[in-house]
Structures are given as structure tokens and as C-alpha cells.
């Protein structure tokens, strides 16, 4: 039987049982004050003693069946309206757990990976008689390569992980566009492999207080996509506005775009629309971005039509 349904269960009892004491409490009270007050009524203007605890007795007959028909009515209605209270208190946990674990099954395969290709690799070239050393030499440059690419995830799971709890980070002011701005410079050569243009119209000066190590981080990572996702002699444009007291930079790219069924999903740990997985990484840049974004009480979307571009849009409040 399912482990939440069996909770729902446990707490409709107790929220059945709390009511029972505070209705079976409340009831009584009102029932001796009603049956009190008609029994002095009773006994104020029916002379012979005899009719008048007849009256009493029958009225006490009538008003705690009525009591009763009445308690159990809202008990029903108790147990119903705790169970469905239940299920919405219950739906947050659930989904939080069931994202738990679909976390932990996906960061358990992307770290299995690499860790099969590295024992494989050794005990193969261990078991060779005629490895030389310069073969010994290679399978140590393959192991190392693995080992780097396995601290890198290691490290953006421990990453992700940190943002899933609030913390202290520290703030100063910044001028976002200048950031920007030097951050495009330090991409313009990888981009000029690709014979990518990168046209850059950052032109609304802004202070937001931030960290600029988490945000570089962010901004880089979204353009390193853009570059890698966009074909040859293909052009990026980056450019920003100021927005409701918000500083909007926005990065659109003439790449290969993504799919409808599947733009959802860009945000969730491990998911990337190349399923053939032969591009770098574990899909876990965007996920880190958005956590760091929000971080810093900003929004950050993704529009994309295929063989037609993404943008990329991020938002963040400017310091008054």
C-alpha cells in the first residue's frame, strides 16, 4: 500500500480524534445548559411533579438523539473534509520526496558512469602482459581525464545540493552591465572558433547587489550553451533593459533550439535535449543557474523555437 496514502490515513484519525473530544466536549456543555434551562421551565409551570418528569424525561429522550443523529452527521462530514486536508497537506511533501529520489537515481547513473569506465579501463590494461609504458602512461591520462570529469560533477551535485537549503551568501553592489560586458570579452574566443559573432548591446547601466562569483558563473554558463549549441558562422546577441526596477539581460543565439516536449524540462537536474549525450556535461549548468537566480530574488526563462534560436532571459532586482 502506498507509504502516503497509509499517512493520509493516520492523520485524518488524528484530525477525526481531536475533533471528537472538541464536538463530544462542546456538545455535552450545550446539551446540559438546553436540558438544565427546559427543566426549570418545566418545573416553573407543571404543578404535579409526576407530569413534570415525564416532560423532562421524554424531552431528555428527544434532544439526545438529536444530539447524536447530529454528532455523527458531522463526524462524517469530519472525516471527509480531514481526509481531503490531508491530501492537500500531504502533496508538497510527496512531490518534494518523489524529486528527492529521482535526484538521487539520476545523480547515482551520471556517477556510475564514470566510475565503470575508470575500473574497466584499469583492469583491462592491468591484465594485458604486454602493456608498456607508454601504454601505462595512456591509461593513466584516460583515468586522470575521468577522475576530473567525476570531481566536476561531484562538485555541482555538492553545488546544487547547497542551494536546495537556505544560506548566507555574501552581497555587494555591482554593475551588472560591466560584468556582462567582460564576461562576453572572455567568450569572444571560444566563440571565434565556431566563427560565432557575438553582438553585444548592453546599453542600461545598473547596480545589483549580488555575488559576482555565483552570477559570473550563471552568465557564463549560458553563454558557453548558446556557443555550443549555435552552428558555425552563426551570431549571438546579447542585450539588456531596464524593466520595472529590474535589470533584464537577455541572450539569444541562432542555434538548434529545443523541441516544445521537452523545453519544460530544461530546468530539471540531469535532463539535456541531446539524448545521444554527445555533448559535454551532465545537465546539471542549468539547474545550478536557476537555483542561483532565485537565489538572488531574480527570475531567469527560456524561449526557443527549433533550427530558429533560444533566449535566454534573466531578470534581477537593482539596488535603490
Not at 131 to 137: E, H, I, M, Q, S
Not at 154 to 175: G, R
Request: charged share 20%; aromatic share 8%; hydrophobic share 40%.
Amino acid at each position: 500500500m502506498d507509504e502516503f496514502f497509509i499517512a493520509r490515513l493516520r492523520l485524518t484519525f488524528y484530525y477525526s480524534m481531536t475533533a471528537v473530544v472538541i464536538l463530544g466536549g462542546s456538545s455535552i456543555l450545550l446539551y446540559n445548559m438546553i436540558l438544565s434551562n427546559f427543566s426549570q421551565s418545566v418545573l416553573q409551570n407543571v404543578p404535579d411533579a409526576g407530569i413534570a418528569k415525564l416532560v423532562i424525561d421524554n424531552a431528555q429522550d428527544i434532544l439526545l438523539n438529536r444530539f447524536l443523529t447530529i454528532d455523527v452527521i458531522l463526524m462524517f462530514f469530519i472525516v471527509i473534509f480531514g481526509f481531503l486536508v490531508t491530501h492537500k497537506t500531504l502533496a508538497p511533501i510527496k512531490s518534494n520526496m518523489q524529486k528527492q529520489k529521482r535526484f538521487i537515481a539520476d545523480a547515482s547513473h551520471e556517477l556510475r558512469t564514470p566510475i565503470a569506465v575508470i575500473i574497466s579501463g584499469l583492469e583491462v590494461n592491468l591484465s594485458n602482459p604486454k602493456l608498456d609504458l607508454a601504454g601505462a602512461k595512456k591509461t593513466m591520462e584516460d583515468t586522470l581525464n575521468e577522475m576530473r570529469d567525476f570531481s566536476k560533477l561531484s562538485n555541482s551535485l555538492l553545488d546544487i545540493s547547497k542551494y536546495d537549503t537556505p544560506i548566507q551568501i555574501e552581497y555587494e553592489p555591482i554593475a551588472i552591465d560591466e560584468l556582462i560586458k567582460s564576461l562576453i570579452e572572455k567568450n569572444k574566443n571560444l566563440a571565434s572558433i565556431k566563427n560565432i559573432k557575438i553582438e553585444t548591446k548592453i546599453e542600461s547601466p545598473a547596480i545589483v547587489q549580488c555575488n559576482k562569483i555565483e552570477l559570473s558563473r550563471v552568465f557564463f554558463n549560458i553563454l558557453d550553451n548558446a556557443i555550443k549549441y549555435t552552428p558555425q558562422n552563426g551570431t549571438i546577441v546579447v542585450s539588456d533593459k531596464i524593466d520595472s526596477n529590474k535589470y533584464v539581460l537577455t541572450i539569444t543565439d541562432s542555434g538548434i533550439g529545443i523541441p516544445k516536449d521537452i523545453i519544460d524540462k530544461i530546468f530539471n537536474p540531469f535532463f539535456r535535449g541531446d539524448s545521444s549525450r554527445s555533448t559535454e556535461g551532465a545537465g546539471l549548468g542549468l539547474t545550478l543557474s536557476k537555483k542561483i537566480i532565485e537565489n538572488h530574488n531574480g527570475t531567469i526563462s527560456i524561449k526557443s523555437r527549433v533550427n530558429k534560436g533560444t533566449s535566454v532571459t534573466i531578470s534581477l532586482p537593482i539596488s535603490s
